[in-house]
């Protein structure tokens, strides 16, 4: 697997967001060493993420990626046959599944399917057992089914799978965390009221989403999705781009707008599902650029949250 350039690993971890550090305590170059040395994703994926990311693919190279993995097909098969469950008629092919299920959420298929042991662990540095990063992470995803149907809009085919995998940069950034370095980041959250994220740059003066970008990368996945990854805590710093993005038009700040949202309702969702009396983090506020562009306030997302906490049993049940 070709790995990113260097010009484009300096882009992704922007210089300013280091110099600004008040404190930096992590060597810049070991995180982004640990980034491209996490495991590779399936062949497959890879295959699925290059066909996707030209503006000339075809849905019968999407079927024949999938369909060349004997092991990948059927599992992909059963996952769109319990997805489309209450329809009736099963599908039986991997081209009936692209067009029941949709491009996009059959990639996100395939990359949960890649992701899921890595996923499912705990992440101490972050206060997550075992289970819970991935299902945040699948919230996410189907949050953004959900924010399509809500504003009956077809969102790019890259934000299911930006939504799942936008918090990837926790698993190598909490190899950095020892108790030293997480007190700091306790008190500078209490200190300066910051978010995790802000938290993250002041103290490390790198945060999970640059160093997700930079796994993304190394997984040589399509350009909007590194930078909504990057971006999903601040998407307006991703580069400009409509939603229904028109061939040659970016769609990255979309998409970051998109997981930005996905991101906030699995936070909502999982405090749906914290027991009384347990202590939470204060919750992100969602971008005024965000809300301005979905029409979206705090009882919409209220509403989001409880529309995938309706099903995210259902479909964790599904990848078990």
């Given amino acids: 697997m070709q790995e990113a350039s260097p010009a484009e690993d300096v ?48 849905m019968r190279e999407v079927e024949e990626a999938i369909a060349l993995d004997q092991a990948l097909t059927p599992r992909i098969l059963r996952l769109a046959n319990s997805a489309l469950s209450s329809r009736g008629h099963r599908i039986a092919t991997v ?15 395939a990359m949960a399917l890649g992701v899921k042991r890595r996923f499912a662990a705990p992440v101490k540095a972050y206060g997550l057992a075992e289970g819970e990063l991935w299902k945040h992470s699948v919230a996410a ?3 953004v089914e959900s924010l399509g149907t809500r504003l009956r809009r077809r969102l790019p085919v890259e934000s299911f799978t930006a939504a799942l995998l936008h918090d990837v940069g ?28 802000d938290a993250e740059l002041e103290i490390l003066g790198v945060d999970h989403g640059e ?39 970016s769609p990255d700040r979309a998409i970051a707008h998109v997981v930005h949202v996905a991101d906030l309702v699995a936070d909502r969702v999982a405090a749906r599902r914290r027991k009384k009396g347990e202590p939470a983090p204060p919750p992100e506020p969602l971008a005024a650029s965000t809300r301005d562009r979905f029409k979206l306030d705090d009882a919409a997302l209220d509403e989001l949250a409880q529309s995938v906490d309706a099903r995210l049993a259902d479909v964790l049940e599904r990848y078990a």
């Fill in 141 to 143: 995803a189907l949050t």
């Fill in 95 to 109: 081209g009936e599944a692209v067009m029941r299920v949709g491009t996009g959420p059959l990639f996100s298929m």
């Fill in 11 to 58: 882009e992704v971890l922007p210089a300013p967001a280091v110099r600004e550090a008040t404190n930096v305590l992590v060597d810049q170059d070991a995180l982004v060493l640990a980034a491209r040395e996490l495991e590779p994703l399936p062949t497959t994926v890879t295959r699925l993420a290059r066909i996707l990311a030209r503006q000339d693919w075809e």
């Fill in 170 to 197: 926790k698993l190598v950034l909490a190899r950095f965390l020892d108790a030293e370095r997480l007190e700091l980041l306790r008190a500078a959250a209490e200190r300066g009221r910051l978010s995790e994220r």
């Fill in 211 to 249: 160093l997700g970008a930079i796994i993304a990368q190394h997984w040589q996945l399509p350009d909007p999705l590194v930078r909504a990854l990057q971006h999903h805590h601040s998407p307006d710093g991703a580069p400009d781009g409509a939603l229904d993005a028109a061939p040659g038009e």
